[in-house]
Structure formats: C-alpha cells, structure tokens
C-alpha cells in the first residue's frame, strides 16, 4: 500500500462517509394489509463491482418499499442499487408502506473493500482540499458577484424573483459566515462569528431559535432576519456527496447545517456549476435558491487595462484605446462597450482596436469603457474636455427658441394625428441610427399615413398659450426617411374651429435629402404669407411682421409627408421639434 492509500485509511478508520445511489423501481407493487415486522425482508447481493450492491424487497406482503440506504440516500422500489465505497457498516432500513399502514426493518450491512479513486475524485478535492488538507477547506458566500445569492420558482433554473447585487446584503453579518468541508471523518463546520442573517419568511429562524444555534433577533424586514448565533448548538455535522442522473448533490446530516445563507430549504444542494474556486449551488423547498460560494481570503482574477484617450489630426477627432490589456486565461471577453458621454455608444469585441469617436459640441464629456467578461464587468471613466464645436455643426437651438418635444425626455408639448381625409399613426420608437450627429437621442417619433392626402402629425398649444414670432422665426425638426420625400410644416389658428385651415401659413417644405440619414429641416416663415385673401377676412403677406399674427395667434404646429399623395403609404421619423417661443409659459 503506497503513502497516499495509508493516509486515507486513516481518514476510514476515523470515519469517512460516501454516498451515491441508482435507484431502480422493477414493478409497481400492489397494496396490500397492514404488515407485521416479520412479513418484512430484504437481500444485499453483489452489484457491477466491489462497490455496488442490488437490495431487493423480498417481504412476504406486496406494498411500496422506501429505503434508506444508509449512504445519505433515499430511494423507492422493490429493487435498488447502493453504492458503499468505504470500508464500514452501513445501516440499511427498509420502510414497506401497505394500505393499513407501514412498518420498517433496519439490518446492519458490513463494507470491507475501500473505493480509494473516489475518495480523490476531482469534485471532493475541490471540495475539501484533498487528502493533504488536513483542516479541510473553507468556504464563504461569493459576495462582489452578481446573483451570488438568488430566489425562483422550484420548477426552473433561474433566480428570476430575486439575484443580490454585488454586496447588496452588507451590515446584515452574512459576508463573514465561514464553512468548513474536512476529508477527515467528512466534518462539516459553521462559523457565523456569533452573528448571521437568514430567511424568515420561511422556516430558516423558527427552526434555528427551537433548536438553540439560533438564540435571539435584532432586525427583520419581510423576508429575512438577523439572528444572534450559538454554532456549536449545531451538533456534529457531516456532509456527503451522491450523483444522481448525472448532477451531483451535496447533503448535511442535519437541518442544523446550513451551507451559505439560511434558506430553511432541506440540506441537499445541487452543484449547478463547480470548480477548486468556485461552487454555484441549488436548493429546492417551497422555491428553489441559489449559493455561490468562493474559498476563503481567495482573490478572483480580474481584467485589468488603462484607457488611453487622445487627439487625432482631424477635427473633434479622439482615439480610445486600451492600453496593457490583460486577460487571465480562464477569461473570454463577451463585448467592449464605450460610450462616449454624448449619447452614443460603440460595441467590439477587440481589445486591440483603436475606436475613433468625433465630438460635435464644445464640453466635457464623461466618457466610459466597460469589459464584459465571464459575466463581469471591469469599468474604467474619464473625461473628454472638448474645446470647440466641429467645423460642421449647426446649432439646433437658436436665440429664442424652444424644444417643444424630443420624444424621450422632453415633452413641453405633446404630439397627436390627425388622420383627415385617411388613416394615420405616430408612435414613439427607438431611434433608427443614433450613432452620428445630429441625432443621438434614444428615442423619437414615427409618423406614417395612409392612402390620406392632409393627414398629418400636431402639436396644439393649451388654451390661452401662443407661439411669439416677433423675436425667432425659425422652426426646426429632425427628419429620417427617404430620399426626395417631402416635409411640410405649418402653422394654424384654432379660434375659429372648424375653420382653422383659412388660417394656415403658406406652403414650406423641406425634401429629404437623403435615404435613412437623420438630416435638419428648417422652417423660416420669415416673408411667409398665411390666410385667404378671397374670404376678405383675413390675410397677410408675412407672418412674422404682421401684428394681427406673430404674437398672440398661432397655436398650432403641423407636420405632413407628401401632402395632397394619398397613393400608398409614406412614413416618416421625426425628432427634437422646436421653435419660438411660447407666449405665457410659465
């Protein structure tokens, strides 16, 4: 026998404990009368190899037989097989439940052989730290990671009810529970420092405060609860390791054992997800819950870089780089999002690319990089001091001028259509293209007819409100469409109701000058006439002079594409729709 074998049969002679089982059902039995104990039997025969064994219900009366293997599993069925790797007596007890009740029968079953492969399988050295970790390891709760723990129904995989943030259970002494995993006799360990936190919605505290490891409160919201601790009301605790269909499942020889957070759920935990630094595990009671857990005083690896932002030789023009980017090789990047401080954003997955990003207005910028990977994301910021607009930009908002509505954030007034002689819709959708000036924004507004020739999108002032064109007369509107299509923009007065249209400003149109690029429509009713002059009522040859129309008068802003087409369907996206001020706004 080789060194290492000697150290694990002094580990058996202490006591180790390993469990794994395949549960067979052959038939399904009749039920029958009340057994007695001597109506009750079973045989343990030799299974595949030295390690597995057949247990069959041999009773003299047909029931439903449930076994407790004496390994930390339970099974059902007339036959089973037990897996018994340690040299040891097991206690097997047979419980046959028949129509008048049940009895059970309890037999001693003695191990010689020692299954020494998985007394070092991978998943217990993870576990435990192995043969040469006579402490054992010890575990705490993942805590900087997102979902470290989580809620969810008991049928999914997924803590869609509830995942902690990063920290999120702070000054609740949660974050410094410790738990212990020894190879020695299979020792499991809790050390809570004399304080924890745990669910109190369930049956986590009243079982806790019954039993003693849980001596009193002093705090509790809804769900949860902070409890003075007695850990060693515990009891001696051991744990086990089974698979079944292919999962392995971590079990505590007592409710008095948690591992992480006290859920109250029964102490068998599924490994979702597992290595020597990393254990991700499930419980399963009235919802399913989720443990991440990490060894103690252990680092994770982090991805590290320097942002480097400079200048280029074109206008506005910067380049973001990231510099001595270092990624551990247990690492993928899944995406490198920047965003730029200006609204817009750029999506890689190179680190080694150089992004070039143009400013358009003179200001600072808080811009900002973020690394995803493995599901974390590692942030670097800075600021962007940009000291003059672009040669190119145009300003939007003039002297005296207003944003009426931007389709996001600013809705001074609202938009509404009016489907006239056809149908009509406006609706706020995501912006088409907000990776270039002059538009950026989220958001902004669709406005499509059809088969109408006047339909058209609006904006009507509350009553006693009014547009002033004595000091800005320009109108503007950001527009995304087709190409050679045409915007028109008008203004009306409503006082005279139906009759609103003699009222309307002369014709300015805008064509579109390009295909799905956002492009500035501006409308200058500078020398613009409005009315009817054959009514004999009302006209003028310029709005913006005329005192009977530019103040006081206008409070309606129209908006049509193609006016007088009612042939098809003509869309398009409109944003950040300003002009002159409005007369009382407050």
């Known amino acids: 026998m080789n060194k290492r074998h000697i150290i694990?049969?002094?580990?058996?002679?202490?006591g180790l404990t390993w469990f794994g089982c395949e549960p067979m059902e052959l038939d399904k039995p009749n039920i029958g009368d009340a057994p007695s104990a001597d109506q009750l039997d079973f045989t343990v025969t030799p299974g595949e190899d030295?390690?597995?064994?057949?247990?069959?219900?041999?009773?003299?009366?047909?029931?439903?037989?449930?076994?407790?293997?004496?390994?930390?599993?339970?099974?059902?069925?007339?036959?089973?097989?037990a897996y018994y790797p340690l040299a040891k007596t097991y206690n097997i007890t047979l419980t046959l439940y028949v129509s008048g009740g049940s009895t059970s029968k309890t037999k001693e079953f003695v191990q010689t052989e020692t299954d020494w492969s998985y007394l070092e399988s991978p998943i217990i050295t993870a576990l435990t730290g192995g043969v040469d970790a006579t402490n054992g390891k010890t575990w705490v709760i993942d805590s900087l990671s997102e979902a470290h723990l989580g809620v969810g129904p008991a049928d999914s995989y997924s803590p869609i009810w509830w995942a902690a943030a990063p920290l999120e259970k702070s000054g609740h002494f949660l974050y410094d529970d410790e738990f212990t995993f020894k190879l020695v006799g299979f020792t499991y360990e809790i050390d809570t420092h004399g304080k924890t936190h745990v669910n109190y919605d369930g049956n986590a505290a009243e079982d806790g405060l019954s039993a003693g490891y849980y001596v009193s409160s002093f705090w509790n919201d809804a769900y949860d609860i902070d409890m003075i601790t007695n850990d060693a009301a515990r009891g001696e605790l051991t744990w086990s390791i089974s698979q079944e269909n292919e999962k392995y499942y971590i079990q505590i020889s007592s409710q008095s054992g948690n591992i992480s957070y006290d859920d109250g759920n029964p102490r068998k935990y599924e490994v979702l997800e597992w290595n020597e630094n990393f254990f991700h595990l499930r419980t399963v009671g009235g919802a399913a819950r989720y443990h991440k857990l990490i060894p103690k005083g252990y680092v994770r690896p982090t991805v590290t870089y320097n942002l480097v932002v400079a200048t280029t030789a074109n206008p506005n023009e910067y380049s973001f780089t990231l510099e001595d980017l270092q990624v551990p090789s247990s690492f993928t990047i899944s995406k490198i999002t920047y965003d730029f401080g200006d609204g817009t954003n750029y999506e890689t997955t190179n680190g080694a690319e150089v992004v070039l990003h143009t400013y358009m207005r003179k200001g600072n910028y808080n811009a900002k990089v973020t690394v995803t990977a493995n599901g974390q994301d590692f942030v670097k910021s800075t600021t962007v001091a940009v000291d003059a607009n672009h040669p190119n930009y145009q300003e939007y908002l003039l002297d005296a001028m207003v944003m009426y509505n931007d389709f996001g954030e600013t809705t001074l007034v609202p938009m509404q259509v009016d489907q006239a002689d056809g149908g009509a819709t406006i609706e706020i959708v995501s912006n088409p293209d907000n990776s270039l000036y002059p538009n950026r924004s989220a958001h902004c507004a669709l406005f499509t007819k059809y088969n109408a020739q006047w339909a058209n999108a609006y904006t009507r002032l509350p009553d006693g409100y009014r547009f002033d064109l004595t000091k800005q007369t320009v109108f503007k509107v950001l527009v995304y469409g087709k190409a050679g299509d045409n915007v028109l923009l008008k203004l009306e007065n409503t006082d005279r109701g139906g009759n609103a249209w003699q009222t309307g400003t002369a014709d300015l149109i805008y064509t579109i000058q390009n295909d799905n690029k956002w492009e500035i429509a501006e409308f200058n009713f500078a020398g613009v006439g409005a009315g009817w002059d054959w009514t004999g009522d009302i006209f003028t040859n310029d709005v913006t002079t005329d005192p009977n129309f530019n103040k006081d008068f206008y409070n309606v802003v129209r908006i049509m594409i193609n006016p007088g087409n009612n042939e098809g369907t003509f869309s398009v996206h409109l944003d950040d729709l300003a002009g002159p001020h409005i007369e009382g706004l407050k």
Request: hydrophobic share 50%; no cysteine.
């Open 50 to 81: 030295a390690f597995h064994f057949v247990i069959t219900n041999t009773s003299s009366v047909k029931g439903i037989a449930n076994w407790d293997l004496g390994n930390g599993i339970k099974a059902v069925g007339n036959s089973v097989t």
């Open 8 to 14: 694990l049969s002094a580990l058996v002679l202490i």
